[in-house]
Every structure is written in structure tokens, then in C-alpha cells.
């Protein structure tokens, strides 16, 4: 059996789809503020943002089942992903609620009017998202999503790599299984992140396969069966849903991200070092760019011109908070697995 590919070298190729990733969300939310049209007909029809978001989870289960090979253990593995998502997270949510009651106008009105120090607390756990209250940062549930992932990531890591196909079809079973139940007795369940645990276990299965654990065909088949299986379970989540999306457009979105995640593995021995960079400092863009794009609106009138100027601000604060939050605190994660008994 071989050794995970990731275990061979940082990967660039995933760090450039990254980038695009993280980029693409970023050009959603600023065309939401550009164009109220354009904005309603990317997420109504093929969601920018969308693409960007399930690239990054094709990436994460590329990625994750790696890093608990690479740490030995559940704990050490939680110690580095918990400083690798919470600093920065927390960083983020502080300025927004200082800077706010300062009277700065960095959230929108109708966020800013719930604002209090409770909301604020309740903020720094990500837990906001199961409670009756907004959600400041509007991308945390994607952050819960993806702990989820870890969560069965840690489970699958003490199973066999040649069980995962029959994991997958069995986990694909249970999402049709409550995803028709849910329809049958009109129940609205979060479906679509469900769908994003799944497109990550995609991401396991091309890393598998590259690996030499499960063949190509069996790889195959697993994708094909979560991607097929995703759109069934969100196309029943649409039949009750107020909201106007069509699954033409979730089936072309998720085609196009599943589309952008292989056109990188594809292309894998290009250097793609201005796209590393970026990708490397993408978790900052992620949380960033909202703060950044409500700043301007609060002082320039919405305008496409400012579109050049809000991405020049967001990489060159995703930079910075990059190399003086982010990396102290994967260093200081890895001092901690180092020094535990």
C-alpha cells in the first residue's frame, strides 16, 4: 500500500484551487453587493460561490484523512485544526464587534441592530447557526460543516481505506433514505451541508485511488454515486423550499466545482506558484473579505470600480493576518503535539 501523496510534499496544485476557491466566494458576495440581479441570478442559478465553497470540500477530503495519518492521533489531530480554524475566526469576529460598537458601519444595519456582548460570546463558540439569532459572518455554517467532516473523518480513520467505497455507499443509503423521508412528511432538513460532508468524501476517494489504495474504477464509481446521490437529496430539499432555485442550476454548479477540482489534479506538476501563495493564505481571504466589502460599502457608493480595489485589500489583509495569526498559530498547535505527554 502506498503512502498518501500528501505525504510526499505540500501539494501546489490544491493550494491553487484553493485560491480560486476562495476567490470565487469572494466575487459572489461582492456581486451581491454590485448587482442585486446578477446576485439573485448566480445563486438562483449557478451559484459562484456555490462552486467555490464545494471545491473547498473536495479539497478537504482530499487533504484531511492525511493530516490524521500525519499526527497519530484524534487529540493531536483536533489540537492542530481547532489553532488552525479558531484564531483567525476569533480575530475576525472581535474586530467586527468592536469596530461596530465603535460606530464604525462594518455589519449591515439589520445585523448590527442584534448586536450585544451575548451574541458576541455566543459568536466565538460558531454555535450561532443552531440558535434563533443571525449570523454576523454569514460563512460560519460552513466552518461547522467542515468540523462535522473532521468528526467523521476521525471515525473513518480507524476503519480500513479499502472499506471506503462501502462506507460511502452506505452513508449515501441514509442521506437518500432521510432525504425522502423528510419530503414524504414535508420536513425541512439542512440538506445542503449534508451533501458538502459527502462531496468530501469525493475528495477522500481521488486520494485514495492516487494512493494506490482503492482502484480507479472503485474511485470512480464513488464519486459518481455521492455526486448523483447530493443532487437527488438537494432536488427533493427544492420541492419544499420558497426559495427559486432550480436544480438545473445546483446540478451545472456542482458539475463545474466537481470540474474545477480534476482540471487542477490534472494539472498537478505545474509549479502555480502566484496561485499557491493565494492558496495558502485562502482561509484568510474566506473570513476576511466580507469585512472588507461592507467597510467600502458603508463609505464608497456601490460601484464596479470598486471591485479591483476591494480584492487588492482583502489579499494584502489575508497576507497579513496569513503570516501573523494564522501561521503562529499552526506553529504554536505543533508545539503543543510536541510537548504532550
Known sequence: ??????????????????????????????????????????????????????????????????????H???????????????????????????????????????????????????????????????DFLHLTWTLVTEIQFYILAAFLYWMNWKSLPRIIYS??????????TAYVLHKRLPIYPVALILTSLAGQSVAAAWAGRISPRACALAVLTIWSTSMLAIYLRILTSPYPVTIRGIMITWILAYALFFAFFYVRHLPLSLLAYLGRISYSIYLIHPLIIWTLLAFLP????????ALTLVIASSALTYHFIERPGIRFAKWLNQNRT
Open 1 to 70: 500500500m502506498n503512502a498518501h501523496p500528501l505525504a510526499l510534499k505540500r501539494l501546489a496544485f490544491l493550494d491553487a484551487a484553493r485560491a480560486i476557491s476562495a476567490l470565487l466566494v469572494f466575487f459572489q458576495h461582492d456581486i451581491d453587493s454590485l448587482s442585486p440581479i446578477l446576485a439573485e441570478q448566480t445563486r438562483n442559478g449557478i451559484g459562484v460561490g456555490q462552486i467555490g465553497v464545494t471545491c473547498f470540500f473536495l479539497i478537504s477530503g482530499f487533504v484531511i484523512p492525511y493530516s490524521l495519518e500525519q
Open 72 to 134: 497519530g492521533t484524534i487529540a493531536r489531530f483536533a489540537i492542530a485544526r481547532f489553532f488552525r480554524l479558531f484564531p483567525l475566526y476569533w480575530t475576525v469576529i472581535t474586530l467586527l464587534f468592536l469596530l461596530t460598537l465603535a460606530g464604525l458601519p462594518t455589519l449591515p444595519p439589520s445585523f448590527a441592530q442584534e448586536l450585544s456582548w451575548k451574541s458576541y460570546f455566543i459568536h466565538l463558540t460558531m454555535l450561532q447557526g443552531y440558535l434563533p439569532m443571525t
Open 171 to 180: 452513508a449515501c443509503a441514509i442521506v437518500l433514505l432521510v432525504a425522502i
Open 302 to 309: 456601490p460601484s464596479w470600480w470598486t471591485l479591483p480595489l
